[in-house]
C-alpha cells in the first residue's frame, strides 16, 4: 500500500514536471517569436500627412488613419477615468495580466466553444493593437498574455496609458482620443465634459456598432453603461452622474473636403514622388505651402462666375427633368431634409434616440404651415394668388447666394413675365430679368444674334424641374415687375395681398459646361498664390494648369514682341497693316492672312500693333526678325512649347499651358529674370527630418543658363552689335531695360487696346488679350509688379465658345477681379524704372518726337542704345503654306 502511494506520487510529480516543462517549452516558443519594444520611443503609429497653405489652412490631411498624438499630461482626468472604467479597471493594480477577469473569460468560451468574451486589460490590449495580428485565437491570447506582461517590465502604467489613448481605434476613420474627440465634438480634450468622454470610451468596443453616427440609440445605451460603471466606481459624484445621463450631447458632422483640390493633388503627387505613396500615407508629414487661401478662394469663385456668364450666353439646355402634380409634395419634403441635412454642422440625440440636425425637418410643423398656405390662398378668391413666405418658414437661414437648388415650376405668368418656383416646398419667383438670357441654346462662331425670351411659358412649365440660384432671400414682388406687369398686378383681386407677401428672389440656372483655369505666381518669387485647374475637382480631375495645352493665340505677341526689341524695334517703329502676300511653302506659294476686323490700318507703330492686337503688322514683324531667331529666343527664355518653323507661330498657332504662359510674362514684371514655379515650401517628417521637393515637371522647360548658370556667351545669345543680350546669364534671361518695356507696352494693352475691361485697376497694371481661332480659346495673361495671373476659358473638347467670346470679354473679366482682389493684399506699386531708360514725348499714331503734353501723345519709354536698322534683325523664313486664311484670324 505504501509503496503504491510512493508510486502514485512519483507519477504525479512526473506528470506535473511533463506539464512544467510543456509549458516552459511553450512560453520559451512563443516569447521568441514576439515582437520587441524597450521603450516608449519605439512608438511610430501611423499619422496622416496635412498640405497647409500660406496663412495656415489644412487643405488637406492625408493617411490610413486620422490620429493626433497627445501627451498625457493634456488629457483631463475625467477621460482616463471614462476609458478605465469601461475596460479596465483594476488597471493600476494588475500587472498586465488580470487573472479572475481572464479566468471568466476562458469559462465562458470554453463553456461556448468558441472565443465569445475577452477578458484583456489595456496593457493585453496595448499588445495586441501596437504589435501583434486582431485575430481572435487562443494562439493570440497566448502571445497577449506573454507579451503584456513583458511591457508592464519595460514601461510604467503612464506610459501604457499613453500608447493606448493614442492608438485605440474610436470609429469614424479615428485613430486615439485626441483625433475623435475633434471628429466627434469639435473639440479639444480639456474642453469634454463626462458625457463625451463616457460616449467616446464606449466606443473602443465596438465602434460601428456603438456609433452615434450609424446606431444612435446603441450609442446612447453604451454610454449609459459607462457613466454607470464611473459612477459605481466613484469615479463622479451623484450629481455628475445625473447631470451626465441629461446632458444633450452635441455631435460634430466633418466632412473630408480637399481644398483647392487641383493644387492639392499636384502638390500631393510631388510628395509622394520624393518620400513614396506609403510613407506619406503613414508618417505625417507637414507640407507647408505657397498658396494664399484668401486669394485661392477668390479664384475658384471668379472662375464659377465667369463659366456661368459664359454659359448663358450660349443659351438654356432646358429643365433637368419633369414631375407630375401629384409628385410635387414628395419632392419638396425631401427637397427641405435634404437641405437641411447638407446646411447642418452638426446634430443631437433626443429622448427617443432619434438623431435632430442642426436645421431640423419637422414634418408635422411643415405640414401645417402648407396646410395654413393654402387656405390663405384659397380665401383670397383669387387663382392668381401665390402665398408668400410663411412667419416661421426658416428656410431663408440655409440658403446661400451664387449656389446651385433643385427647385420646381409651380407657375408661369406670361403677363407678368415671371416664373414662381418651389424651393424645398418654400416660394420663390423668378422675375423676367432673372430668366431672360434663357433663350434656345446655340454655340455658333458666326454670329451671335439669337432670339430673346419674352414669354417664360416658351422655356417652361409647370412641374419643370430647374435649377436656381438664390439672390436675395427675402422680396417683395412688386420691384421687379416691368410697368406692364404692374399694371397688371392693381387689376388683381389680392393686389393688395400680393404686394405685402414676401419670396426668396432666384435666379435660373444650369450646370455649365464650358471649363476656366487660374494660375497666378509670385512675380519675383516663383511662389504659387493661386492654383484653378478647372471648374469643379470633383467632377473632374484633369488639370487644366498643366495638363491642358491650348493655343494661345495673341498672348503669344509680347513674346514674339519682346524678340523684336532685341532685333532693332522700339516702340515707335512703324509697320504698314496692309494686305500682303506672305512666303507659303516655296517661291511659288504664298498665304494672305488677316487681322481680326477684317480692316487695315496703313502705318501704324509697333505699340498700336501690340495694343490693338494686329495679325499682318505682327506678321511681318515675325517675317523680319526671322523665324529662327525668334525660335532661338523663346528657347533662351525658357518659352515651354513646340514651335513649327514657319510664320503661324506669329498667332499663337500651338499649344501650351497657363503655367508656362504665366512663368514666361514673369519675365517681363521681373526685370528680365527667369523663375521657376514653386508651390512647397517645406515637407517635414514626424522626426523634424526635412525633405527636398523636386517642383519641376518632366514637361516644363527651364533656360539652358539657368540650368547650368551659363553665360551668355556659353549659350550662344551674344551677338556682335547686339549688347542687350551680351550680359545676359543665370536667370538674368532677357534685358531688363527691354523688360521695362515690354511692361510698358503692356501697360498700353489695358489703357488703350484689347486689355480695356481692366484699365478701372489703374495704370501699374499690364497684360495680353488672346483668342483663337472660331472663338475655340479664350485667354487674359497679365501681371502687375507683384502678381502675373493667366486665365484660360474653353471646352475640353475644342468646340467654340460662340461668337464674341474673346480674350477681351470672358476671361478678362475674371482676372480684373482677381487681380483686384490681389492688388488690395500685396499692393499697387509701380514698375520699377532701370537704369539705361530714356523717355520722350512723341505723337501716338505715327511715332513722331512732338512737344510735351501735346494732343494725342504720350510719354513713351525706350531702352538707350545705339540705333540698330530694322533690317538687320534678321531675314525672311520660307515657311510652307498653312491652309485656310480663316487659320491665322486670330486675335
Not at 404651415?369 to 393654402?374: F, K, L
Amino acid at each position: 500500500m505504501k509503496s503504491l502511494i510512493v508510486r502514485i506520487i512519483f507519477a504525479l510529480l512526473g506528470v506535473g514536471l511533463l506539464a512544467g516543462m510543456t509549458g516552459a517549452l511553450a512560453f520559451t516558443y512563443f516569447n521568441l517569436d514576439l515582437p520587441k519594444i524597450d521603450k516608449l520611443q519605439d512608438y511610430k503609429p501611423n499619422l496622416a500627412s496635412q498640405i497647409i497653405s500660406k496663412d495656415g489652412v489644412i487643405l488637406a490631411e492625408l493617411g490610413l488613419e486620422k490620429r493626433e498624438i497627445v501627451e498625457m499630461k493634456d488629457v483631463p482626468q475625467r477621460v482616463i477615468d471614462a476609458f478605465l472604467s469601461a475596460e479596465d479597471d483594476k488597471f493600476f493594480e494588475h500587472k498586465g495580466v488580470d487573472y479572475w477577469g481572464l479566468s471568466r473569460a476562458m469559462f465562458a468560451n470554453f463553456k461556448a466553444g468558441r472565443v465569445v468574451q475577452g477578458g484583456s486589460t489595456i496593457t493585453q490590449q496595448v499588445a495586441k493593437s501596437l504589435l501583434l495580428s486582431s485575430e481572435r485565437s487562443i494562439t493570440r491570447k497566448l502571445k497577449d498574455f506573454i507579451l503584456a506582461q513583458r511591457i508592464e517590465e519595460k514601461l510604467t502604467k503612464k506610459e501604457i496609458l499613453y500608447l493606448y489613448l493614442n492608438q485605440v481605434y474610436l470609429g469614424g476613420g479615428y485613430y486615439g482620443v485626441k483625433a475623435a474627440a475633434r471628429g466627434y465634438y469639435n473639440k479639444e480634450l480639456k474642453n469634454m465634459t463626462v458625457a463625451e468622454s463616457a460616449m467616446l470610451a464606449g466606443l473602443l468596443v465596438a465602434p460601428g456598432k456603438y456609433s452615434p453616427f450609424v446606431n444612435p440609440h446603441a450609442a446612447r445605451m453604451r454610454q449609459g453603461y459607462v457613466l454607470g460603471r464611473m459612477h459605481t466606481l466613484k469615479k463622479i459624484t451623484d450629481a455628475q452622474y445625473k447631470e451626465a445621463l441629461k446632458e444633450q450631447t452635441v455631435y460634430h458632422i466633418n466632412e473630408d473636403i480637399l481644398k483647392a483640390g487641383y493644387f492639392t493633388e499636384w502638390v500631393r503627387q510631388k510628395v509622394v514622388e520624393a518620400v513614396g505613396e506609403k510613407s506619406f500615407l503613414v508618417d505625417g508629414f507637414k507640407i507647408k505651402t505657397t498658396l494664399d487661401w484668401d486669394l485661392q478662394q477668390v479664384a475658384e469663385d471668379q472662375i464659377q462666375r465667369g463659366i456661368k456668364e459664359i454659359d448663358k450666353r450660349q443659351g438654356y439646355k432646358g429643365p433637368f427633368a419633369h414631375i407630375g402634380n401629384e409628385e410635387f409634395e414628395k419632392f419638396e419634403k425631401q427637397a427641405r431634409k435634404t437641405l437641411f441635412k447638407n446646411k447642418s454642422t452638426f446634430f443631437t440625440i433626443n429622448e427617443k434616440n432619434e438623431k435632430i440636425y442642426e436645421y431640423h425637418f419637422d414634418e408635422k410643423a411643415y405640414d401645417q404651415m402648407r396646410s395654413e398656405i393654402t387656405d390663405q390662398e384659397t380665401a383670397s378668391g383669387d387663382e392668381n394668388f401665390v402665398h408668400g413666405l410663411a412667419a416661421n418658414d426658416n428656410i431663408i437661414n440655409t440658403l446661400k447666394t451664387n449656389t446651385q437648388y433643385e427647385a420646381v415650376i409651380t407657375k408661369v405668368d406670361d403677363g407678368l413675365r415671371l416664373i414662381h418656383v418651389s424651393l424645398a416646398g418654400s416660394p420663390g419667383i423668378i422675375p423676367f430679368d432673372y430668366f431672360k438670357w434663357a433663350h434656345k441654346r446655340s454655340i455658333n462662331e458666326n454670329t451671335g444674334y439669337y432670339q430673346e425670351v419674352s414669354k417664360p411659358s416658351t422655356i417652361l412649365r409647370v412641374g419643370d424641374l430647374v435649377y436656381v440660384q438664390m439672390v436675395k432671400n427675402s422680396v417683395q414682388l412688386a420691384p421687379y415687375l416691368n410697368k406692364d406687369g404692374t399694371a397688371l398686378l392693381t387689376k388683381m383681386k389680392s393686389a393688395a395681398l400680393v404686394r405685402n407677401q414676401k419670396y426668396i428672389l432666384c435666379q435660373l440656372d444650369q450646370v455649365a459646361e464650358v471649363q476656366g483655369a487660374i494660375f497666378s505666381m509670385d512675380a519675383k518669387t516663383g511662389d504659387i498664390v493661386s492654383y484653378v485647374g478647372g471648374s469643379n475637382y470633383n467632377t473632374s480631375k484633369f488639370n487644366r494648369v498643366v495638363q491642358a495645352k491650348r493655343q494661345p493665340g495673341s498672348s503669344f505677341k509680347p513674346i514674339l514682341f519682346a524678340a523684336a526689341l532685341e532685333n532693332g524695334y522700339t516702340p515707335s517703329t512703324i509697320i504698314m497693316d496692309t494686305p500682303e502676300a506672305m512666303p507659303g511653302f516655296d517661291s511659288a506659294s504664298s498665304w494672305k492672312p488677316k487681322n481680326y476686323d477684317g480692316g487695315y490700318k496703313g502705318p501704324v507703330t509697333f505699340r498700336q500693333s501690340l495694343e490693338e492686337s494686329r495679325n499682318i503688322p505682327t506678321i511681318k514683324i515675325a517675317d523680319k526678325v526671322g523665324v529662327s531667331n525668334i525660335l532661338k529666343f523663346a528657347n533662351r527664355i525658357g518659352f515651354n512649347a513646340k514651335l513649327e518653323a514657319n510664320l503661324s507661330i506669329a498667332l499663337g498657332t500651338f499649344g501650351v499651358s497657363p503655367r508656362d504662359m504665366v512663368t514666361t510674362y514673369a519675365i517681363f514684371a521681373n526685370g528680365g529674370r527667369f523663375v521657376t514655379p514653386r508651390g512647397i515650401v517645406s515637407v517635414v517628417d514626424r522626426d523634424g527630418k526635412k525633405y527636398a521637393i523636386n517642383e519641376v515637371e518632366k514637361d516644363m522647360k527651364i533656360p539652358a543658363s539657368v540650368d547650368e548658370e551659363k553665360s551668355a556667351d556659353e549659350i550662344g545669345v551674344a551677338q556682335t552689335g547686339n549688347p542687350y543680350t551680351r550680359n545676359l546669364s543665370g536667370r538674368q534671361v532677357y534685358d531688363p531695360r527691354l523688360a521695362y518695356v515690354m511692361s510698358n507696352l503692356l501697360r498700353g494693352v489695358i489703357s488703350s487696346g484689347t486689355g480695356g475691361a481692366a484699365r478701372e485697376l489703374g495704370p501699374n497694371v499690364a497684360g495680353k488679350t488672346g483668342t483663337t481661332n472660331d472663338y475655340i480659346d479664350a485667354w487674359f495673361v497679365g501681371f502687375t509688379p507683384n502678381i502675373v495671373t493667366a486665365v484660360w476659358t474653353g471646352f475640353d473638347d475644342n468646340k467654340t465658345l460662340g461668337f464674341g467670346e474673346t480674350g477681351g470679354r470672358s476671361p478678362i473679366s475674371v482676372w480684373k477681379e482677381y487681380m483686384r482682389a490681389t492688388i488690395r493684399k500685396y499692393g499697387d506699386d509701380s514698375f520699377e524704372v532701370p537704369a539705361g531708360i530714356t523717355q520722350a514725348w512723341i505723337e501716338k499714331k505715327t511715332g513722331r518726337k512732338v512737344a510735351p503734353n501735346s494732343a494725342g501723345s504720350i510719354l513713351e519709354s525706350y531702352a538707350e542704345m545705339p540705333d540698330i536698322p530694322v533690317e538687320e534683325g534678321g531675314t525672311a523664313q520660307k515657311t510652307r503654306p498653312l491652309g485656310d486664311d480663316e487659320y491665322f484670324e486670330n486675335q
